[in-house]
């Protein structure tokens, strides 16, 4: 069965500083999606990043860089230079399907990370 | 591209009866819709899988009586949770997969609150 474990409820920093989010998943499958989310007060999910278990070059997008690592089974997205629209709270997310074309799986998604910027 | 809607946004009704939630993808076909549901400060949960023209497969603890699911065309798929209950209360949030689009490729809806009195 496969599990996202995303072990901070909540981290509080002050604008400017780097923070880090950790996700470690589990899976059988060798065959597998990771996501990152950002849920802000409105509740709508805001997609951040999907990336396919082949593939573990880590990813930079502005102030938003993603740290892919199997041999961990971790998937960890650190903001640079925080800013307080960052604060949200932040899910990570895993899907063990393949790719077939066929059948799609829904997320298994983490319980997710309060994050509060301080101005 | 890619856009979900889901209506209504926000629903109050009475313990008892039954509320429908629509989730339409505005710009694609959706072979897979999927729903979610998110308790207050919680995660979200699977509950269900839509396929177009077949019956949906719900996820272990799911009710599939009280939550009727039809996805009877490419871009709709509703929700329909029967004789809802105070414990139903919850952000409802629907998610579809794209038919052209690389595999898992999966937009979500903006959710609906619903809330039983």
């Known amino acids: 069965a496969q599990k996202v474990t995303q072990a901070q409820t909540e981290i509080s920093v002050v604008e400017k500083e780097d923070v880090t989010l950790d996700c470690v998943y589990e899976?059988?499958?060798?065959?597998?999606?990771l996501f990152w989310y950002k849920q802000p007060p409105s509740g709508e999910l805001v997609f951040l990043i999907r990336?396919?278990?082949?593939?573990?070059q880590n990813e930079i997008s502005g102030r938003y860089s993603w740290n892919f690592q199997k041999s961990t089974s971790s998937f960890n997205f650190t903001i640079t230079a925080s800013q307080v629209v960052d604060s949200a709270v932040y899910f990570c997310?895993?899907?063990?399907?393949?790719?077939?074309?066929?059948?799609?799986?829904?997320?298994?998604f983490g319980k997710g990370t309060h994050l509060i910027i301080q101005p | 591209g890619a856009v979900v809607s889901q209506h209504p946004s926000r629903v109050i009704c009475k313990s008892g009866t039954s509320v429908k939630i629509e989730c339409r993808s505005l710009?694609?076909?959706?072979?897979?819709m999927f729903w979610y549901r998110q308790f207050p400060k919680q995660s979200l949960m699977l509950m269900a899988t839509?396929?177009?023209?077949?019956?949906?497969?719900?996820e272990q603890g799911v009710e599939k009586d009280k939550f009727l699911i039809n996805h009877a065309s490419l871009t709709l798929s509703t929700l329909t949770v029967t004789s809802a209950h105070p414990e139903d209360s919850s952000f409802y949030i629907c998610?579809?997969?794209?038919?052209?689009?690389?595999?898992?490729?999966?937009?979500f809806g903006p959710g609906t609150r619903l809330t039983v009195l």
């Open positions: 998610s579809a997969r794209d038919r052209e689009a690389s595999y898992n490729e999966q937009f």
């Open positions: 899976t059988r499958d060798t065959t597998y999606y």
């Open positions: 990336r396919n278990s082949f593939d573990e």
């Open positions: 997310a895993l899907s063990e399907s393949t790719y077939s074309g066929g059948g799609a799986d829904g997320l298994t």
């Open positions: 710009d694609f076909q959706a072979t897979t």
């Open positions: 839509s396929n177009e023209g077949s019956k949906a497969t719900y």
